[in-house]
């Protein structure tokens, strides 16, 4: 059974950081691209982030210098720190774990950006 539990999620001011963690088990996480995507009210859900099996990564450019995915493949876990926080970031952020044609999904964790 594939799991995939986000966490770390919450409300910050403007200007703050938050550290979102996604641990994953029943499949060989190593080979699996990573991804954190996120969905605000009424918007369709867009990639934030990307990590390959290779360590490359990927990001969507309302993030680039803000946002920092990692994986530590020994603890199946892929993270997103997130910094300098703006309110347009608000959205459930949802983690994804990808190969070939499988596809698998977190339950998300809410991020709001207020102050």
Known sequence: ???LVESGGGLVQPGGSLRLSCA?????FSMYTMGWYRQAPGN???LVARILTTGYTVYTDS?????TISRDNAKNT???QMSSLKPEDTAIYYCNAARLTSQNWGQGTQVTVSS
């Open 78 to 80: 892929v993270y997103l």
């Open 44 to 46: 369709q859900r867009e």
């Open 24 to 28: 994953v088990s029943g499949i060989a």
């Open 1 to 3: 059974q594939v799991q």
């Open 63 to 67: 993030v680039k210098g803000r946002f």
